[in-house]
């Protein structure tokens, strides 16, 4: 269990699990979409959700690990409403396939979770020839939410409830403390993954608090946060085995279980605490202040344009 289990305004602590922070919530009359719900917090979070009666839609890699964990929900919950759509993050194509399809399927969507992310050791590019830490963590989830905002906005008005966004970031958003993403993403000559991860998860929180800023401009009923979950050794250490192997033997007590490294997501989910709430980052289901580059404004608006540049078709 996590050694810092103390409650914080909210409520809950660190230790908290998100069956616990969901606890009374009736989500049956939600629709969600949760990226990368094959492993992990991703996983945990959709089976939470089914329980809480919200209708699931896994947008996940691999079709097949996705269905194997619907029939894991089922069977704990036979009543579940959960689905599962192919989405490849790495691929703005499979981006608007998955868009289209959505869109297309008269499926109001209340909730919108990207949690998918991706940790690589070696210098990769993505179809579309950008480093996959930001096309995958960053670009992918920005150009779903985009391509998907509209629903969400139809959804929020005709049904007159409030939509949440959720970003799930991180604290190693903290590694990047100097330049721009324009200057850094295909920089191979100056590597590093964990700085290329830290830009991607910086870029999670700029995208959610300027999101948040254009929709609270337009009078849009839709909140957008972001967070970092703690530290849980979950798949995406999939290609460290040694480092993963040494979390699991040596920090197992230091380190969150799944159940409580998915809580302050479905928290921002699902909570009633959070109504309202917006363009803010949270910590074991807390708000918390993240860096002072993530709370740059100018910069948010940089990222959003560069982004833009990068996911509109020519």
Request: net charge neutral; hydrophobic share 40%.
């Amino acid at each position: 269990m996590w050694i810092f289990g103390r409650k914080g305004e909210s409520g809950f602590s660190s230790s908290s699990t998100a069956e616990e922070v969901t606890h009374g919530v009736d989500g049956s009359r939600l629709t969600a979409i949760v990226t990368g719900a094959t492993s992990g917090i991703g996983a945990e979070t959709a089976r939470v959700l089914a329980l809480r009666g919200v209708h699931v839609v896994m947008a996940v890699r691999n079709i097949e690990s996705g269905k194997q964990v619907r029939e894991t929900i089922l069977t704990e919950t036979p009543t579940a409403k959960v689905d599962v759509m192919e989405l490849d993050l790495s691929s703005q194509a499979s981006v608007r396939d998955f868009a289209t399809k959505y869109c297309s399927s008269g499926l109001p969507l209340h909730i919108l979770i990207n949690n998918a992310g991706v940790l690589a050791p070696h210098f990769t590019l993505s179809e579309e020839k950008i480093e996959l830490h930001f096309a995958t963590n960053h670009l992918g989830h920005f150009l779903l939410t985009n391509l998907l905002l509209e629903t969400m906005k139809i959804t929020s008005f005709e049904q007159k409830v409030e939509g949440r966004i959720v970003n799930v970031s991180s604290t190693g958003h903290r590694f990047v403390n100097k330049g721009t993403f324009s200057d850094q993403i295909n920089d191979e000559s100056s590597y590093s993954h964990i700085h290329a991860y830290g830009l991607s998860k910086l870029a999670n929180i700029l995208h959610a608090n300027e999101l948040a800023r254009l929709l609270k401009e337009e009078g849009i009923n839709i909140t957008v946060n972001s967070l970092h979950p703690g530290f849980i050794v979950t798949e995406i250490f999939r290609n460290f085995g040694i480092f993963k192997v040494l979390c699991n033997a040596i920090l197992r007590h230091l380190v969150k279980d799944v159940s409580q490294g998915a809580a302050t997501t479905c928290y921002l989910a699902l909570n009633p605490k959070v109504k309202g709430v917006t363009g803010e980052y949270f910590s074991d289901n807390n708000l918390v202040k993240p860096s002072s580059k993530a709370m740059d404004p100018m910069l948010g608006k940089e990222l959003w344009e560069f982004s833009l540049s990068l996911t509109t078709t020519k």
